[in-house]
């Protein structure tokens, strides 16, 4: 399994970004897919998660109202749609898979697979 995220850059304070996840292989729609993100100095931390079909989602406290995951199991790929960013936002995002089945995990440690990450720096 191979994740590759894009869709980082530069903005400003309060506007919008839309990451996207591209991953190989034909298990993609059987397991949960999950964001976290990781800020100079700081560990790495769950930003959002998503279940295999798309029905249930689970963010963190600091993203949720302004953060929206989603998925298109047809292309493979995970999206998290980011409004209204601010300053603490600016960290290297990464797309992971879980090792496990039928979870939407929050822990770092629950996930196998990682993408080699996106920079996103929000500009106050």
């Known amino acids: 399994v191979q994740l590759q995220a894009s869709g980082g850059g530069l903005v400003q304070t309060g506007d919008s970004l839309r990451l996207s996840c591209a991953a190989s292989?034909?298990?993609?729609?059987?397991?949960?897919m999950g964001w976290f993100r990781q800020a100079p100095g700081n560990e790495r931390e769950f930003v959002a998660a998503i279940n295999w079909s798309g029905s249930s989602t689970s963010y963190a406290d600091s993203v949720k109202g302004r953060f929206t995951i989603s998925r298109d199991n047809a292309k493979n790929t995970v999206y998290l749609q980011m409004n209204s960013l601010k300053p603490e936002d600016t960290a290297i995002y990464y797309c992971?898979?879980?090792?496990?089945?039928?979870?939407?995990?929050?822990?770092?440690?629950?996930?196998?697979?990682w993408g080699r990450g996106t920079q996103v720096t929000v500009s106050s």
């Open positions: 292989g034909r298990t993609f729609s059987s397991y949960a």
């Open positions: 992971a898979r879980p090792y496990g089945l039928g979870s939407i995990p929050e822990s770092k440690y629950e996930y196998d697979y």
